[in-house]
């Protein structure tokens, strides 16, 4: 079973500034099956990337994925106001279907 | 448009049943695999269990493995999620979420979710 540990569990930031969302997962993931998602208070998650650096259709291109193996990033190139939330990692190559415990960016 | 409006939430004792429901609309649902995936209360996302097009293929997480049971009606679109001996841990908001395509275990849409609550 994988376990995915997402670091820093919180990220103060302004807006404007950048990003860096890190995923480590506890074994090699298959085929670099690992997506993020956006979680906004009361609202679904939202997906973001998947295939590790694949953005889903409308995700702005601010947004971009990264990594390989064990180790994947996303990064946010410059915040605007409505990328402050929380950001899980997933990875769906092997079962059990795992998340992370989200990072969430707040406003500094 | 995807819509999926999950229902059937509500409040139980521990040692109770819920059935929950999600109905899915602006797709073929029987295209595609379905999960449920849960929120407990302040924490991260955890998958439950999925069920393939026909039903032939079906899993669960181990923490309700032997305790959930998942099906499907296509000719009605609807998932369901039969929950029994209901545990405190089990608390969460359960979303219903569609497998992409080519994918079952990326959900590239997801309901707003029902709370379920188990408590004395």
């Known amino acids: 079973e994988i376990v995915l540990t997402q670091s820093p569990g919180t990220l103060s930031l302004s807006p404007g500034e950048r990003a860096t969302l890190s995923c480590r997962a506890s074994?090699?993931?298959?085929?670099?099956?690992l997506a993020w998602y956006q979680q906004k208070p009361g609202q679904a998650p939202r997906l973001l990337i998947s295939?590790?650096?694949t953005r889903t259709t409308g995700i702005p291109d601010r947004f971009s994925g990264s990594g390989s193996g064990t180790d994947f990033t996303l990064t946010i190139s410059r915040l605007e106001p409505e990328d402050f939330a929380v950001y899980f990692c997933?990875?769906?190559?092997?079962?059990?279907?795992?998340f992370g415990q989200g990072t969430k960016v707040e406003i500094k | 448009q995807v819509h999926l409006v999950e229902s059937g939430g509500g409040s139980v004792k521990p040692g109770g049943s819920l059935r929950l429901s999600c109905a899915a609309s602006?797709?073929?649902?029987?295209?595609?695999?379905m999960s449920w995936v849960r929120q407990a209360p302040g924490k991260g996302l955890e998958w439950v269990s999925y069920?393939?097009?026909?039903?032939?293929?079906?899993d669960y997480a181990d923490s309700v493995k032997g305790r959930f049971s998942i099906s499907r009606d296509n000719a009605k679109d609807s998932l369901f999620l039969q929950m029994n001996s209901l545990r405190a841990e089990d608390t969460a908001v359960y979303y219903c979420?569609?497998?992409?395509?080519?994918?079952?275990?990326?959900?590239?849409?997801w309901g707003r979710g029902t709370l379920v609550t188990v408590s004395s």
């Open positions: 602006g797709f073929t649902f029987g295209d595609y695999f």
């Open positions: 295939d590790a650096s």
């Open positions: 997933q990875q769906y190559g092997s079962s059990p279907w795992a």
């Open positions: 074994q090699g993931v298959t085929n670099n099956y």
């Open positions: 069920i393939s097009y026909t039903s032939t293929y079906i």
């Open positions: 979420a569609r497998g992409t395509v080519t994918t079952a275990g990326l959900f590239d849409f």
